[in-house]
């Protein structure tokens, strides 16, 4: 978490770090515990990710982009369709016979976001907004990925103001509910 540079460098590098999870996930055997650790710690970045994007990132894309209205639209439809796969995860184990299936539609669904945002709306980005904008973008994620809920919450609002307010005390509340039960340790 927090990695500096650009916004875009910034999220890219998540893209990064959840790819190896996926990865790791995948070199695991089935019904292994590690499964579910590694599925939690995915849950974890997607979530923070995903608020982040959704309070500083996409309220950006429609101010600066041609047509933003659209693209942030379309990205925070995507956050939906993971959101309600991660939630279905969620009180899952290992050897349930949708966990692995669950967990492939997942990787589906990221693999496409993410390469939507790195080909299309990343490029855009970089092309029509100042350097200026998306560093101070990136730190703002940066700040919002340090307080954003750990744990799937569909029915959260997903466009500001509401979700700035919310974020953080979901955060808080998803914090403590990790410390309590180990989970992401």
Not at 71 to 93: P, Q, Y
Not at 104 to 111: D, G, I, N, W
Request: net charge negative; aromatic share 4%.
């Amino acid at each position: 978490m927090g990695h500096g540079g650009d916004v875009i460098q910034e999220l890219t590098t998540d893209h990064r770090e959840v790819d190896d999870l996926f990865g790791q996930f995948e070199d695991t055997m089935p019904a292994s515990p590690d499964r579910k650790r590694l599925v939690d710690a995915l849950t974890i970045e997607l979530v923070r990710h995903a608020v982040a994007e959704e309070m500083h990132l996409y309220p950006a894309v429609r101010e600066h982009l041609e047509e933003g209205d659209a693209l942030a639209d379309k990205e925070l439809a995507d956050h939906a369709r993971v959101e309600e796969l991660l939630k279905d995860l969620e009180g899952r184990e290992p050897d349930d016979l949708d966990f692995d299936r669950l967990v492939v539609k997942l990787r589906t669904e990221v693999t496409s976001h993410v390469d939507d945002e790195e080909n299309h709306l990343f490029p855009q980005l970089r092309d029509h907004v100042h350097s200026y904008v998306l560093e101070s973008l990136g730190e703002k994620v940066r700040a919002a990925k340090k307080t954003a809920p750990t744990r799937p919450h569909p029915a959260a609002p997903s466009t500001p103001p509401a979700n700035k307010l919310l974020a953080p005390g979901l955060g808080l509340v998803d914090r403590a509910r990790d410390y309590v039960t180990g989970r992401g340790q």
